[in-house]
């Protein structure tokens, strides 16, 4: 399989986003809000959780897959690409009330994204040395 860790990842995404857009819909119907947030702070926080998620999802599944290219499917990939979802999950849980599923959820949506972006730049200075 081409980019299984990518693939994966990018699956599961998928299905979180689902799940995120129908948290929000229901809150919508819940709370007769058609269009906006109806200034509803239980709404906002799960629109804001669904936007968010997609803030940060597509980068780093750019990065997930363009480093499985480069340098191949490795065991760290796989557990930095499960970090990554298990902290999209806990941040919307946080987002309705329980605070230390949004900290621990974006702290660690934050330290993969950081991980993924070093070490793609590392892995790209490999292979783009203008001296050679």
Known sequence: MLLPVALTTTGAAAL???????RVSR????????????????LIARMRAQLNFAEYTPIVLILIALIEFGAGTQLW????????????LLHPIGMDGWMPGRTVGIATTMIVMFGL????????????????
């Open 77 to 88: 990939l796989w557990a930095a690409a499960a970090l990554y979802l298990l902290g999209r």
């Open 16 to 22: 979180i986003n689902l799940w995120l857009g129908v």
């Open 117 to 132: 972006g070093v070490y793609a730049v590392f892995l790209a200075s490999q292979y783009s040395n203008p001296l050679r």
């Open 27 to 42: 809150m919508r119907i819940s709370e007769k809000v058609s269009v906006g947030d109806g200034g509803n702070p239980k």
